[in-house]
């Protein structure tokens, strides 16, 4: 019972294509198949969104990144074959765009207002929900790989090992 609510949970979460992300950004680059990239940014807008917005409070700063990242898939097209999992270099990317515009944001305000003599003492830091981010941007990219696929994206551990072409037992020594 469980393996079917996990097959079933599975088809809702990719019901319209089956197709590899590589093959899709192929399609599309090649002959401009709208849909195509559609189902690349249902596949994984969520995950890049999410990563942007935790590290970027304001949303238009957000959007910015979230278009960055879609436009550095576009430039680094050559790199990805047609079973290629796209989902954890995406991560990769959004969470670094969404840090070089947060530090573009300190240098600009850096720029307008002097620092106070004195940092206000805090108990609870902001930033603390960009440590997730920080850490698995710390882990080998084998590591990282399969958590975002797992547990960001939600794939099973066959599909997982699938796309990252290592044996099931492997993925699971990973994670």
Request: charged content about 25%.
């Amino acid at each position: 019972m469980r393996r079917l609510h996990s097959q079933l949970l599975r088809q809702l979460a990719h019901p319209t294509n089956r197709r590899g992300d590589g093959e899709l950004l192929a399609s599309f680059l090649t002959h401009a198949v709208q849909a195509d990239f559609e189902e690349l940014l249902r596949r994984h807008g969520s995950l890049v969104w999410g990563a942007c917005r935790r590290a970027l409070p304001d949303l238009a700063d957000a959007e910015d990144a979230f278009q960055a990242t879609f436009l550095v898939l576009i430039k680094y097209r050559q790199r990805f074959a047609a079973d290629a999992a796209l989902g954890p270099w995406l991560y990769r990317v959004a969470v670094l765009t969404a840090r070089n515009i947060r530090r573009r944001n300190a240098r600009q305000l850096a720029r307008r207002k002097p620092l106070p003599d004195q940092l206000p003492a805090t108990d609870s830091n902001p930033d603390l929900r960009l440590d997730l981010d920080e850490a698995l941007l710390a882990l080998p990219e084998h590591y990282r790989a399969s958590i975002v696929l797992c547990h960001l994206l939600g794939y099973s551990r066959a599909d997982a090992a699938a796309r990252l072409g290592c044996a099931e037992g492997t993925l699971s020594s990973w994670l």
